[in-house]
Nanobody, 128 residues
């Protein structure tokens, strides 16, 4: 079992920044990658970013590329999402997820089905 706890969400004005954290505990050695997803009201959950631990390779949704940065601390079993130049359309509940599947291509981790463990989510609200 892997437990994931997100933190760092909140209310920010458009153009501002937030940093989300996701701490993993439990059987963390079985994680191959971690990702961030988000779900806005009335919309389906969508991929935001992913990081593969073995190579530190990263992958982003086009909507956040150049504004968001995913990073991780393997020793702390923690993944971060630095969000800059935030827009009102970034408002959503952000979820982190851990994958126990090994894919050679990082973009495979953009699919929800790649992940087995999910956090409870943290709300990010961007005001205009």
């Amino acid at each position: 079992q892997v437990q994931l706890v997100e933190s760092g969400g909140g209310l920010v004005q458009a153009g501002g920044s937030l940093r989300l954290s996701c701490a993993a505990s439990g059987r963390t050695f079985s994680n191959y990658a971690m990702g961030w997803f988000r779900q806005a009201p009335g919309k389906e959950r969508e991929f935001v970013a992913a990081i593969k631990w073995s190579s530190d390779s990263t992958y982003y949704a086009d909507s956040v590329k150049g504004r968001f940065t995913i990073s991780g601390d393997k020793d702390k079993h923690t993944v971060y999402l630095q969000m800059n130049s935030l827009k009102p359309e970034d408002t959503a509940v952000y979820y982190c997820a851990a994958s126990i599947l090994s894919y050679s291509r990082i973009y495979a981790y953009s699919r929800e089905t790649a992940y087995f463990y999910w956090g409870q989510g943290t709300q990010v609200t961007v005001s205009s």
